[in-house]
């Protein structure tokens, strides 16, 4: 997965990710998102030579602070299990820490640095005063009871809460942390600090928690998408769209897609996918992923004409005209974008963070493929966060459609402002260097404002 940093032009550029990479070795994910940014840069350094002068990239590929706890918690079986806990408080340059919490077997350093750094960049397009964070733990929630879950969040709330505060950091959710989750480790961090703070956003509507948050990745991806299609006079409609994942973020992609007159005709999960050609039933996916929390091969037993594939990346060789990758870093490779640009997709957009690989990238530049990266196209999420932790602070709640309006907003802005940055430096139609860019410069020039900290 890893790539030879062989491919910057600049010689500062290069040396950089050369120290990078040998400082954080084996820390892939990181070394990718990375080199992806640092790509971007070389017309900006050519400009702007005072970001060398002042270290200003060497402290943006560097975490402010980086968190590392145990977590110990107690089976129903009486045992004693431990985990490992983290969050990376990357960059608090325009505001405090804010990103989410993973909970997932492959959480570790890199992959949580990794996260971390693209939340940065991600936070700042959004245009809200919110640096980059991003946290979580190597623990399962799979197969786990509730009674398990409950202890497991109290006890990494315990540590964690040391470290955060609604002027500091402020987590989230993200893969298996979800609205659940948030609740138990929100009472945890009340019940330690004694106050009641919008210190973590996701909440549930009854204590703090703003409308349209579950729905805003997945609204924000397809309102992202929608202005990329109207450059082309084109929209959802009758578009035949393949979205992986069938967790928080694919769930409310698939629901936009549908209201906007795409027909969604395949999600996933880790194990496998489901193919319904008359389009998929929504309404049963949620009642099997959000209420029974079962396996999507259920799909089936309902809808015999569908068909379940085990191996979550086949999914890729469905033909289809969009493809939203929703899942996890790295879902979609080169072959993968082979046989997607083959059976004639014209529109990839990133709803999971860095889930097409480097070879991926690559194919859809020499296909002439449209391409939203996931640090713009899945800011929605964040962006609401924000609007949750705006209202927290003023006390007030906003209606269902204020909230889905400020959404959509800030996805067009977001477009609007990668796609002109992209051809302000010569690169017209590429949203991967608009937004690195974009995202850079808010953060640079506040850097470079206060001094070399
Ligand atoms: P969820 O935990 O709700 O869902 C994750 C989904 O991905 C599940 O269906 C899971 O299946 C599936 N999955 C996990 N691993 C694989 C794999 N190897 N191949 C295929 N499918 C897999 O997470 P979210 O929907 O919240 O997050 C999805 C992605 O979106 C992540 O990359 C996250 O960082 C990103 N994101 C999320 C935001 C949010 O607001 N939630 C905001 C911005 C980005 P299974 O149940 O079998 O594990």
Known sequence: MDRSYGTLQSNYLNKLMGRLTARNQGEYEFHQAALEVLESLEGVIERHPEFIRMGIIESLVEPERLIKFRVPWIGDNGRVYINRGYRAQFNSAIGPYKGGLRFHPTVSEGVVKFLAFEQTFKNSLTGLPMGGGKGGADFNPKGKSEAEIMRFCQSFMTELSHYIGPNTDIPAGDIGVGEREIGYMFGQYKRIQGEFTGVITGKGLDYGGSLVRKQATGYGLCYFVEEMLKEKQRSFDSMTTVISGSGNVAIY????????????????????????????????????????????????????????????????????????????????????????????????????????????????????????????????????????????????????????????????DIHKRASTTAEEYDAKGDLILGANIAGFMKVANAMLAQGAV
Not at 279 to 286: A, C, Y
Not at 315 to 333: K, S, T
Not at 342 to 362: D, F, I, Q
């Open 253 to 412: 992609a698939a629901k936009k897609a549908i209201e906007l007159g795409a027909k969604v005709v395949a999600l996933s999960d880790s194990s496998g996918f489901i193919h319904d050609k008359n389009g998929i039933d929504l309404d049963l996916i949620k009642e099997l992923k959000e209420v029974q929390r079962a396996r999507i091969s259920d799909y089936i037993l309902k809808h015999p004409d569908a068909t379940y594939t085990e191996g979550a990346r086949g999914i890729w060789n469905i033909p289809c005209d969009i493809a939203l990758p929703c899942a996890i870093q790295n879902e979609l490779d080169e072959l993968a974008a082979r046989e997607l640009t083959k059976n004639g997709c014209v529109l990839v957009a990133e709803g999971a963070n860095m889930p097409c690989t480097p070879g991926a990238l690559e194919v859809f530049k020499e296909k002439g493929t449209l391409f939203a990266p996931g640090k713009a196209a899945n800011a929605g999420g964040v962006a609401t966060s924000g609007l949750e932790m705006s209202q927290n602070s003023l006390r007030y709640s906003w209606d269902y459609e204020e909230v889905d309006c400020r959404l959509k907003n800030i996805m067009q």
